[in-house]
């Protein structure tokens, strides 16, 4: 394997590049007119335009990816996430092309990407389920009489959902019909498929996953658990590892189900398996058949590069440690910094980073691919970077987040990082006792924001940015005050 096509942008674009770099593998880019000039275009070896910005007419166009394999000689494709990587679709297009796909196989990814499909897989290793039922309900009285059978409140969700999306709430009978019709069309508009089950609605929840790795080889092992339960609108905004809940003994029998689970679908590579927990016990949830956005923390507390894993095992190498090598060193703690106003129920905040100035010193890390004066393109996830720390313990941990925060310099957009300060200093998260419904407990920004110096001081800097950008322009010199030159970078580039 000596050349791989990221078919992916931005941080994770970069992330799997700098591993694929040390293992001494060349790496394609991919991207859209809005990210002519984005980090993971600049780093790679060779970058090639796949069309405009909306992701249907560039990264979603499976065909012309693929021609650009077959060009350049790309032996293999790592998808990241988002975008194709969950599309056993694409996923079979590139095996058929004779290229490498670097995750499972299109029938896992099949399997495990529509919820009832996934529920039945699992059902013969005895895995713990939340009740409700195992078939799509299409009609709406047969429908309720499962629902009262299981117990208000209940949740309908849609089969091949996720982000919340075709997911009701019932609390009472009288409001089932509507709600089972909402979700039923939800559904049908966001991934044109409008079935739907019902499960008892676990009313606090905690959302644990289990990472797991698998080779060609039969092995398949856990490398612990990361805690998720920091949500707004049913996505992650922070997670951390390990748990502060689960006792050694959960958590191995957590991490078996999670075996069980891959090996329900003969699963190969780096995939997450989802549970809820509640109260000493634990219900599968769905599995993710990608590499996650927080694989980081995981990163630190194994010591384990989970990409280099990834293509390890595409290449049909066996997996290098068992189980009883590994073992949780420290604890670790991820912050999504979306470009989002927390103040205003998280709404995108889309604009130009005037001002961009990542935390250093021990224990932090950040996965991003903006630098300061660049947009945050409207037409993708508005994530500007993952901000992660890592300490001895999980007291430690948090207080490097806390720095590393306070250390964070954006302006010009409104970003999740005060939420992120928040969290850290919520008694609620420094004691472990939360679970997923923490923002809407905790989080009142109309209560809590307050007009503090630090406030005060960052309005004047986004003040002074601006001036000084405008003086810059006009003496056509750069913000470091050097003469402007025209980047030659693009030459020789498809």
Known sequence: ?????????????????????????????????????????????????????????????????????????????????????????????????????????????????DKLSAKAAVKAYNIPMVPGTDEAMTDVSEAKKVAKEVGYPILIKASAGGGGKGMRIVHQEKDFEEQMQLAVNEATSAFGNGAVFIEKYVESPRHIEIQILADTHGNIIYLFERECSVQRRHQKVIEEAPSAVLTPELRKKMGESAVDVARACNYVGAGTVEFLYDNGKFYFLEMNTRLQVEHPVTEYITGIDLVKEQIRVARGEKLSFAQDDLYINGHAIELRVYAEDPANNFLPNIGKLKMYKRPQGIGVRVDDGYEQGMDIPIYYDPMIAKLITYGKDREEAIARMKRAIDEYRILGIETTLSFGKFVMESEAFVSGDYNTHFVQNYFHPEKNSKNTDAEMEQVAAIIAANIFEKTAQTANFNLNGQKQTVSDWRKNRL
């Not at 060349?26 to 970058?47: C, F, G, M, N, P």
């Not at 069309?51 to 979603?60: A, E």
Request: hydrophobic fraction near 45%; charge should be negative.
């Open 1 to 113: 394997m000596k050349k791989i096509l990221i078919a992916n942008r931005g941080e994770i674009a970069l992330r799997v590049m700098r591993s694929a770099k040390e293992m001494g593998i060349k790496t394609v880019a991919v991207y859209s007119e809005a990210d002519r000039d984005a980090l993971h275009v600049r780093y790679a070896d060779e970058a090639v335009l796949l069309g405009p910005p909306p992701s249907n007419q560039s990264y979603l166009v499976d065909d012309k990816i693929i021609e650009v394999c077959k060009q350049l000689g790309v032996d293999a494709i790592h998808p990241g996430y988002g975008f194709l990587s969950e599309n056993a679709g694409f996923a079979k297009k590139v095996m058929d092309a004779g290229i490498v796909f670097i995750g499972p196989s299109p029938e896992a990814i099949e399997i495990m990407g």
